[in-house]
T-cell receptor, first 113, second 113 residues
Framework: GEDVEQSLFLSVREGDSSVINCTYT??????LYWYKQEPGAGLQLLTY?????DMKQDQRLTVLLNKKDKHLSLRIADTQTGDSAIYFC?????????????FGKGTKLSVKP | DVKVTQSSRYLVKRTGEKVFLECVQD?????MFWYRQDPGLGLRLIYF???????EKGDIPEGYSVSREKKERFSLILESASTNQTSMYLC????????????FGPGTRLTVL
């Protein structure tokens, strides 16, 4: 079945770049997503990329998609302490027909001052 | 501003009690979802609904049921709560046929004693 894998932890220093990686299995995924979860809160969509794109940039965030390797990454430039959170990678399934997403287990980003 | 609300942020129940978790969205979304989130396991889909009175099992439906009598409201029911159902429960909603972005509620942290 479909699966989304990502490392569980990442620690960086304030001001450095963070790169969170994700691999997925469903080659028919239409969209791939990055969600952010701050402590005690629900998930919030950070950004998403359509499967026919290979890069998307939005201010400090850069998403890279390698469809051949089914690899997705999220780069956060100039990482701040407020970026400390859990980041979830997700892929759409069933061609996106019913809005189902498969989530990875989440990467906990810790930003040290 | 899209809003998904959940009836309680924190809930403490006893083993064997019947528990109702309510979720309401105000964006006329067709799809609604219930997940549970546990450390190291990420988000796991319990049930989802793509229309009023429609429901589909997710990955871990055992011990749960759902109700969707109105489009804006999706209820998760624990018929007889058990300690292994202690978890964070997240509700989400989305439109069909767009980018499938799921909007999440703040979560309900349920403890079963």
């Amino acid at each position: 079945g479909e699966d989304v894998e990502q490392s569980l932890f990442l620690s960086v220093r304030e001001g450095d770049s963070s790169v969170i990686n994700c691999t997925y299995t469903d080659s028919s995924s239409t969209y791939l997503y990055w969600y952010k979860q701050e402590p005690g809160a629900g998930l919030q969509l950070l950004t998403y990329i359509f499967s026919n794109m290979d890069m998307k940039q939005d201010q400090r965030l850069t998403v890279l998609l390698n469809k051949k390797d089914k690899h997705l990454s999220l780069r956060i430039a100039d990482t701040q302490t407020g970026d400390s959170a859990i980041y979830f990678c997700a892929e759409s399934v069933d061609g996106g027909s019913q809005g189902n997403l498969i989530f990875g287990k989440g990467t906990k980003l810790s930003v040290k001052p | 501003d899209v809003k998904v609300t959940q009836s309680s942020r924190y809930l403490v129940k006893r083993t064997g009690e019947k528990v109702f978790l309510e979720c309401v969205q105000d964006m006329d979304h067709e799809n609604m979802f219930w997940y549970r989130q546990d450390p190291g396991l990420g988000l796991r889909l319990i049930y989802f609904s793509y229309d009023v009175k429609m429901k589909e099992k997710g990955d871990i439906p055992e011990g749960y049921s759902v109700s969707r009598e109105k489009k804006e409201r999706f209820s998760l029911i624990l018929e007889s709560a058990s300690t292994n159902q202690t978890s964070m429960y997240l509700c989400a909603s989305s439109f069909t046929g767009t980018d499938n972005e799921q909007f999440f509620g703040p979560g309900t942290r349920l403890t079963v004693l």
